[in-house]
């Protein structure tokens, strides 16, 4: 065989078939592109650290991004306790919604990837990027946590009475992950059976068995028994349409009468000469111009001005500048002007508009601060004289103040005493109390019951998402409070209502469904690794060899050059084990060791031909020993 022949055979030796969708997963997940760098040996124990790691990353991440999402229902509450912090406004619910979204979507690619590589026996190799990565995101997680039990631990609470609307559904879900699962731990169950592998299927029966069992716990006011008849609570728009207007003004409480809500909450003070006006703040900085009218009034209280400066104020630009909602950038110039316009609204005018519209009001009256003139003083009765002075219905008033309850009552029998906080029955039971309205973190959500056997109409606020509204009515509450009244009024029903006995026919079917998949999973990966590993022929260098040979009588084949050039197959000793050429055990040191000798053999033997061919440079034997040396080395390149 000549030089040229030969080396066309060697480079024959570097063809194979490439398997493009192999590389592009190894080379994102362990930046191994080519295939020489792939590698079939067993994980280290280091990677299988780093990749628990990952999976307790992925589990963490996961219920951030559930109590993030559940949180959406109080998304301008975050924003503007974030705000009153550092007085700069930001979409701070959003941007710690797309990092939180952005880090799982990251982890959870590198758990999908992580799974392809263990399908077709590769090894795993987290590169040093993706390390700090996990590192990151499990920093992050906990730094969550701890920002959400500081700042917002309401949201904790809140997620829990998700779970009430949810877990049917998280349940099927979760049992669809797991039914995906178990084609990997069948895998190791049967192919690389180890104390790891055992542990890891142990565990995953156990959570398995408990996944199945979930429905029992599940307690969710939209499971009936039987057909029940649900009544739509009423609602209210809280300080008016605050997603489309300035709050508490004439136009925010117009626009939410226009949304056909059953009325409005408002919260009123009095000025220091005695006018009740609609404001919730305890300062003007926020919601007015007064630090570019009156900068030296804005450390002032509102109640400890007169109603001639407060009226002179501009209370609609600043929802322009910030746009709590997001809505202004979809609204054109004329819209625009008419915010710009709003001032602060007296309760008068307010009670005006509630009376043409027959809507009802609900009022909450705070005490003014120590430099007004009604501090210690008689300030419910300014309110009452604007009230007794309305052509309103007292029916349409809902009086919330727990100040001189009793006084009130006397006087003004037909306004509906409201309590806005939870307290026990029988203190709420002590007046002519018929509505108790409360935060959703205030009040036990299996007590819910209690309150209406005794006659007293339940309330919440701050109620703004499809899903907490699908809760309360599916509760028979008698009223829910919005910040978002465009929207909620649109969710006239609950998002599913099912009754327990055609829930329990559901959950039976799917628990059965996905325990057949699993066995025959299991069934399917027992027979596939049975027969790899009795068929020896199957194994291939493309493919992931995972069965151990422990005969003697397997052998080794080398390429052999001869002295004329010629190229053979020779047999060469029996080796140990057929693994030593392809089996994941083999050590990548000895490998190494051997192809660098290889190379260093060659070398030598290249460099003391070319000192015998300089004596004489026509001994062909001497030329071919040279070709021969250098095809070697070649070879062992490739």
């Not at 699962?181 to 190791?188: T, V």
Request: charge should be negative; proline fraction near 3%; charged fraction near 15%.
């Amino acid at each position: 065989m000549s030089y040229l022949s030969l080396s066309m055979y060697a480079k024959k030796l570097q063809t194979y078939d490439r398997n493009y969708l192999l590389s592009c997963v190894s080379g994102l997940f362990s930046c191994r592109w080519q295939r020489y760098q792939q590698s079939h040996f067993k994980t280290t124990t280091g990677e299988k650290v780093w990749c628990s790691l990952l999976n307790l990353d992925l589990f963490f991440l996961s219920i951030c991004l559930y109590i993030w999402l559940c949180a959406g229902n109080d998304s301008n509450t975050i924003n503007e306790l974030v705000y009153r912090y550092n007085n700069k406004w930001l979409d701070y619910y959003t941007l710690i919604l797309a990092l939180t979204g952005l880090l799982y979507t990251y982890v959870s690619l590198l758990f999908i990837l992580s799974g392809c590589l263990l399908m077709v026996g590769q090894q795993l190799f987290i590169h040093t990027i993706h390390k700090a990565g996990i590192v990151f995101v499990g920093l992050y997680s906990m730094a969550f946590v701890a920002m959400t039990a500081r700042f917002f631990p309401d949201q904790w609470r809140l997620a829990y009475i998700s779970l009430q609307v949810t877990a049917p559904f998280l349940q099927i879900g979760a049992l669809g992950f797991l039914t995906l699962s178990a084609w990997l731990i069948s895998d190791g169950w049967f192919g690389r059976r180890s104390i790891c592998h055992v542990i890891i299927a142990v565990l995953f029966c156990i959570i398995l068995v408990l996944i199945f069992l979930t429905p029992i716990w599940i307690r969710s006011p939209c499971l009936t028994e039987g057909e029940t008849v649900l009544t739509a609570p009423l609602l209210f728009a809280q300080n008016g349409d605050m997603q489309n207007a300035p709050e508490n003004t004439e136009l925010a409480i117009r626009r939410a009468f226009a949304n056909n809500v059953a009325g409005i909450s408002t919260t009123v003070q009095i000025s220091n000469d005695g006018i009740p006006f609609l404001y919730r703040d305890l300062d003007l900085t926020w919601r007015t111009n007064i630090m570019d009218v009156a900068p030296s009034l804005s450390t002032f209280s509102p109640s400890s001005l007169n109603w001639t400066i407060l009226s002179s104020l501009d209370a609609g630009s600043w929802f322009i500048e910030m746009d709590p909602f997001g809505t202004v950038r979809s609204m054109d110039s004329s819209r625009k002007k008419e915010i710009k316009r709003q001032t602060i609204m007296t309760l008068e005018d307010a009670l005006y508009l509630a009376s043409n519209e027959n809507k009802m009001i609900v009022l909450t009256v705070l005490e003014p601060t120590e430099e007004s003139r009604y501090y210690n003083e008689s300030y419910l009765q300014q309110a009452l004289d604007v009230i007794t002075s309305s052509n309103i219905s007292h029916d349409l008033i809902w009086w919330a103040p727990e100040t001189s309850r009793t006084y009130v009552e006397s006087l003004y029998p037909n306004l509906t005493q409201v309590v806005f906080q939870s307290k026990p029955t029988s203190n709420v039971t002590g007046h002519k109390i018929t509505q108790l309205v409360t935060h959703y973190t205030l009040l036990p959500v299996d007590d819910l019951s209690h309150y209406s056997e005794n006659g007293i109409g339940l309330g919440f606020f701050s109620v703004n998402s499809k899903w907490l509204t699908t809760f309360y009515q599916c509760s028979n509450v008698s009223s829910i409070f919005t910040q978002l009244s465009s929207e909620v009024m649109m969710y006239t029903s609950p998002a599913w209502t099912m009754t327990s006995q055609f829930y329990l026919i559901i959950w039976v079917s799917i628990d059965v469904t996905a325990m057949v998949l699993i066995s025959i999973i299991f069934l399917v990966q027992r027979h596939r690794l049975h027969h790899f590993e009795n068929n020896m022929e199957s194994f291939t260098l493309s493919a992931p060899s995972r069965f151990s040979s422990s005969s003697n009588n397997d052998f080794s084949d080398s390429l052999i050059v001869d002295d004329d050039g010629e190229l053979h197959i020779k047999e060469l000793a029996p080796v140990s084990t057929m693994s030593n050429a392809i089996h994941p055990m083999r050590s990548e040191d000895s490998l190494a060791v051997s192809l660098r000798d290889s190379r260093a053999s060659s070398q030598t033997e290249v460099s003391v031909n070319e000192q015998a061919l300089g004596e004489d440079p026509n001994d062909k034997h001497i030329s071919r020993k040279i070709d021969k040396a250098k095809l070697v080395y070649q070879i062992d390149d490739i």
